[in-house]
């Protein structure tokens, strides 16, 4: 994929609507690696028709419960994605590279430029594998377990400009660390931070436990609906923060506060729906399971001056059950589980505690689908539904539903 690609529509219109290539038919003609990387399912297809299609097969999953409001999409959908991982290695030839691991394997696909990646954070890591080299340092085997460098992570802000690097290395000594900060540096002042986090185990997570700040705050901020958020090497974040604001912002707009209401948001991760909601509520409470997250949250609420708002770090369905048992109440519940979607225990608990509202942020519209079953048991009826499209060129569909209960 070259830099500054025009609007990929224009590539494509008129060409094979709707039907895909396979690797037989020939390359794709924006990305020549499509076919080995298997991220972009949708490629082919100009970004109209992949909304269209997304919208009905959307729509179609949504008929038994209410009309959908369409999609929202993208007016630019390329680059979006703001956290991007590149592993390294070595090809045949021991040269270095670095990319993307191949469909359900651990060969890397060489990769410079991505469609869906931010591009200064791929010009990074390109810079990076061009360093390596001058500074003896050679990236990690995962068959011998030689070599220094595994991934390069880089999170960037997109309303701030911040760009978080993190070199992700075997054992914690990075070689003339000073001199390879100040050369990568000098290729990219734009860079805010840089990490080394060190992965000694033979896993396939990419970060390990153990991290240090080698240059600047060890986290990068970014600005979500006027909140301003902390984002650290490890905490959940969207990937695609110019989506993400339509998204909460639906999310807000289904939830209609008037200033008094009682508000929990479920799987918060760092608590950023609650606290955006939270200065159009009563009181916010925030439940998450991971503690990290929650540690962000919590910092992330004394940072915007947020007093109305508490997180706890529980699973979502225990801490439900115990305000049900204690007799809470709760004005409206806004919940944004993972793709496994919610828990049967999650989902009865909130029934018997009876929320005049719930909005249901989903990342999967078949968990959301077997979800709203459940709760359709218990009264409520799905009375708005919109699509958002967070993730351009891939099979995924985002969504914000609003439930509302009735004869309770
Ligand atoms: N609402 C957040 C995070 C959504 S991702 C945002 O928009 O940024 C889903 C979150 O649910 C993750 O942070 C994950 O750690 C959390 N999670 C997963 N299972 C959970 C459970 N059983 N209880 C509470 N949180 C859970």
Do not use: W
Not at 22 to 29: A, D, P, S, V
Not at 156 to 180: D, E, M, R, W, Y
Not at 304 to 316: E, G, H, L, P, T
Not at 343 to 361: M, N, W
């Amino acid at each position: 994929m070259g830099k500054g690609m025009p609007y990929v529509e224009k590539e494509h219109t008129g060409l094979r609507r709707g039907k895909r290539m396979t690797e037989k038919q020939g390359k794709n003609k924006v990305c020549s690696v499509s076919a080995r990387c298997g991220g972009c399912q949708r490629i082919d297809e100009p970004y109209e028709v992949q909304l269209q299609a997304k919208a009905v097969r959307f729509r179609k999953m949504m008929e038994p419960f209410c009309k959908t409001e369409g999609i929202l999409g993208m007016e630019r959908p390329e680059h979006y994605r703001c956290k991007v991982n590149a592993a390294f290695g070595e090809d045949r030839r021991h040269n270095v590279i670095s990319g993307i691991y191949e469909e359900k394997s651990h060969r890397i696909v060489p990769v410079d430029s991505c469609l869906i990646e931010n591009e200064k954070a791929d010009a990074i890591i390109v810079s990076i594998r061009g360093l390596l080299k001058s500074f003896k340092i050679r990236p990690y085997n995962e068959d011998t377990g030689y070599g220094l460098l595994r991934h390069v992570l880089v999170r960037t802000g997109h309303a701030t400009g911040q760009i978080l690097v993190v070199l992700v290395l075997s054992s914690p000594i990075l070689p003339s660390k000073n001199n390879f900060v100040k050369a990568l540096l000098k290729l990219h002042p734009e860079i805010t931070s840089i990490v080394i986090n060190v992965n000694e185990r033979n896993t396939s997570m990419v970060l390990g436990d153990r991290e240090h700040v080698v240059y600047g705050k060890g986290y990068i901020e970014d600005r979500l609906c006027g909140k301003v958020f902390r984002i650290s090497p490890k905490s959940f974040y969207q990937v695609n923060p110019m989506q993400t604001e339509k998204l909460y912002g639906k999310a807000v707009e289904y939830a209609a506060l008037t200033g008094k209401e009682m508000v929990l948001d479920a799987y918060c991760g760092t608590g950023t729906i609650g606290l955006i909601a939270s200065e159009h509520a009563g009181r916010v409470i925030g439940v998450e399971l991971n503690g990290d997250a929650v540690r962000d949250a919590r910092s992330n609420a004394k940072r915007n001056q947020v007093k109305n708002i508490q997180f706890y770090q529980n699973d979502a369905g225990k801490l439900l059950l115990q305000m049900a048992e204690q007799g809470e109440s709760l004005d409206v519940l806004l919940m944004d589980p993972p793709r496994s979607g919610s828990s049967r225990e999650f989902l009865e608990a909130a029934a018997r505690i009876s929320p005049g509202r719930i909005v249901y942020i989903s990342c999967n519209p078949e968990t959301l689908v077997r979800d709203l079953k459940i709760l359709a048991g218990h009264g409520y009826r799905v009375e708005r539904s919109v699509a958002v499209d967070m993730f351009p060129f891939t099979e995924g569909i985002e969504s914000v539903s609003l439930l509302v209960k009735h004869g309770g």
